[in-house]
């Protein structure tokens, strides 16, 4: 949803701020591409990236974990101990979970129960990147397509009005997946939308009144 989002905004803004700095439609379409390209290319660099640095931090801390392991076996017994009680566990059958966990898979019961490291939620740097980079770009094709079909006089409300609707329906989607109120989130990113696109193409107006 973020990468769509991004897409929609992004291309969107991009679109209208080219297209009222009274750029002719090749160049809004050559802007536009190009803005896609590079905006998806980036989102995945950055995503990547930034998994890669937690999948580093996971790694570490997973050897810290093992070191502890090998040198302090009751000590982190009893840390384990202590984390199931706090989770409503009575102390001694905490202390047989933690032992028996312990036996099964000891590195395992301490990095998904001790530092919330577990294979579902690991970081995947590559997976990040492919679809971060992809969500752009589905979103980013939406302003990009109407921006190609309408004619000249009615790109700039074609794209607004279709730009913002998308971005209602993202908010709204995103807000039911995550159990939140539906018209708030909707509004939230149409509003915020809205004022990125009207500064985006005051400043290309601006520019295209200057040159």
Excluded: C, K
Excluded at 14 to 40: E, F, P, Y
């Amino acid at each position: 949803m973020l990468g769509a989002n991004d897409g929609v905004l992004s291309i969107a803004s991009l679109v209208l701020g080219v297209a009222a700095a009274r750029t002719t439609q090749a160049g809004i379409m050559v802007a536009s591409v190009a803005g896609l390209v590079a905006g998806a290319l980036s989102m995945g660099a950055g995503e990547y990236v930034s998994v890669s640095s937690q999948a580093d931090t996971e790694r570490a801390d997973l050897e810290i974990e093992r070191f502890a392991l090998e040198t302090e076996y009751d000590d982190e017994h009893a840390e384990l101990t202590d984390i199931y009680v706090r989770r409503g566990l009575d102390p001694e059958f905490a202390s047989q979970v933690a032992r028996q966990l312990m036996a099964h898979d000891a590195l395992g019961a301490h990095a998904r129960d001790d530092i919330g490291i577990s294979d579902a939620l690991s970081a995947r740097p590559l997976q990040a990147a492919v679809a971060s980079s992809i969500s752009f770009a589905i979103g980013g094709m939406v302003p990009l397509l109407v921006a190609f079909m309408a004619p000249g006089a009615a790109l700039i409300p074609s794209v607004a009005a279709v730009s913002l609707a998308f971005l209602f329906a993202l908010g709204a989607s995103a807000a039911r997946a995550g159990g939140a109120p539906v018209v708030t989130g909707a509004l939230r990113l149409l509003v915020w939308g809205a004022l990125v696109m009207s500064v985006t193409g005051a400043v290309g107006a601006l520019f295209g009144a200057t040159i």
